[in-house]
């Protein structure tokens, strides 16, 4: 087939797939099927990013914040939620909590609704506040999946009786996902004593961005997604409950060579983001080590990529195996090479590949891509969060979801052993600190790295999804 041929057969099929992409993934969410990566039980709706200088007065950022006071997740709003702002702002809590009571019975997996209906209850009592910095703006799915995590653990928590005997509060920050708006929010909190710790924050980029300021103000910050190795010993303060894209490299290159049998990869990536940058470089560090090789690299964000022409390029240099190191933004791009590609080389890929649109889009052509994953709902029979999680939301929930409520339970173990900013510090950096969370328990390394293997998963046929296609946990290895 032709250049020209090849290209436009590829931009038909997406259109197409494309097209049916919205009463497949209704179907998904209406049912509460499996929620990996960008997927989750409510119907997506994205906005842009802020672009270019994105600095924003201080009442924007206040905007930006909220513990029941407004509403930061409009859509979907019942009016019930809408009233209950009113009613939180002016000291209504009796009428707010009703309220939200009715809201969430309308809509149960609204973790916004949750966190407000918890924190009317505490009212004007004495209570720990924590923060959860999430991107409302630019991912709301991704940020009501970390929000269902947080959410789900103060609801256990305070009905446990609370911190030793103090209600946990919660105060949700919209940062869009921006750097330079996150540096913003993490000052605004920083700069509020009630705030004990921060969840937070989404992409590897806002992250870094924040985690400064925290370092300078010793305020603790864990993030649940974030797993660029540039945030390892970044500061004292910083944590994590994803594993680096260290450990996912290296289970990557293991696989390949051990189960694959293959040694030579060309890698896609995104030179735009310092996840999809960390990946790579760790993934080609992990392969050279174990005796592999990288034989070619293709960056997304150039303006002339074609996916085509790339994966011409990486058989004739002798690839064997595509590693797929894309990041959110550029999913459509990595997309483009699975269908090229058609199954003729096997394909390996990071966390942020882990969506419902690879099965949707992909499907067949991704059949047998392995995934490097921080969690997945089946890895462990044995834990209860599946089934908990599943009751309070009424579908099942993704790995951002479960990695939020890790967060959010280390930092309810660190107030529980010394509700200050630095005895939160001071529990989490000791030898001993453990607690159990839904992904198993948590335990930092030095660096503030989270302890933990990560899983991988391999894209079979299933019904478990409406797509025909299913992540599949491997075990034994």
Do not use: C
């Not at 209704?26 to 270019?52: A, V």
């Not at 933990?452 to 391999?458: D, E, F, P």
């Amino acid at each position: 087939m032709s250049k020209k041929n090849e290209t436009v057969v590829l931009i038909l099929s997406l259109l197409i797939t494309i097209g049916l992409a919205g009463a497949g993934i209704w179907w998904l969410t209406s049912r509460g099927g499996i929620t990996p990566g960008g997927s989750s039980p409510e119907n997506p709706t994205f906005s842009k990013s802020p672009t270019g200088n994105s600095s924003q007065s201080e009442q924007q950022i206040q905007q930006r914040l909220s513990a029941g006071k407004k509403l930061l997740i409009s859509e979907k709003a019942t009016t019930t939620k809408e009233s209950a702002v009113q009613a939180i702002a002016s000291g209504s809590y009796n009428a707010a909590i009703s309220d939200l009571q009715a809201s969430l019975k309308n809509n149960r997996n609204d973790p916004e609704a949750l966190i407000y209906l918890n924190n009317a209850r505490i009212g004007n009592q004495k209570s720990y506040t924590i923060a959860a910095a999430v991107p409302i703006g630019a991912d709301i799915n991704g940020a009501q999946e970390i929000l269902r995590g947080v959410a789900q653990a103060q609801n256990e928590i305070n009905q446990s009786g609370g911190i030793s005997g103090t209600p946990l509060k919660v105060l949700i920050a919209n940062d869009d996902d921006n750097p330079e708006i996150a540096s913003q929010i993490a000052s605004a909190l920083a700069n509020n004593s009630e705030i004990l710790g921060v969840i937070g924050h989404f992409s590897s980029d806002a992250t870094l961005a924040a985690s400064k300021i925290y370092q300078q103000n010793q305020l603790v910050a864990i993030s649940p997604i974030s797993t660029s190795v540039q945030l390892s010993g970044i500061g004292s303060n910083i944590f994590r409950t994803v594993p680096s894209d260290r450990f996912a490299a290296n289970a990557l290159s293991r696989y390949m060579l051990t189960k694959m049998q293959k040694k030579k990869a060309a890698v896609f990536f995104n030179s735009a983001s310092n996840y999809s940058k960390s990946l790579k470089s760790e993934f080609t560090t992990a392969l050279y080590g174990d005796g592999g090789q990288v034989v070619s690299e293709f960056d997304f964000a150039k303006g002339n990529f074609n996916a085509a022409d790339s994966f011409k390029s990486a058989i004739a240099q002798g690839a064997e195996v595509i590693m797929l190191a894309a990041n959110t933004a550029t999913l459509d791009q990595a997309l483009q090479v699975v269908q090229v590609n058609a199954k003729r080389l096997p394909l390996l890929a990071g966390d942020d590949v882990y969506t419902a649109k690879i099965l949707q889009i992909g499907g067949a052509g991704a059949t047998d891509m392995v995934l490097a994953v921080p969690w997945h709902i089946l890895a462990d029979p044995q834990s209860n969060f599946p089934q908990t999680s599943k009751q309070l939301w009424n579908a099942e929930v993704s790995w951002r979801t479960a990695l939020g409520y890790d967060a959010a339970i280390a930092l309810i173990v660190g107030l529980g052993r010394n509700p200050t900013r630095t005895g939160i510090q001071q529990a989490l950096s000791a030898s001993d600190f453990s607690a159990t969370g839904a992904s198993g328990p948590i335990r930092f390394l030095p660096s503030g790295d989270r302890n933990r293997a990560v899983q991988l998963v391999i894209v079979k046929p299933g019904n478990r999804t409406s797509y025909g296609y299913e992540f599949v946990p491997l075990s034994g290895l």
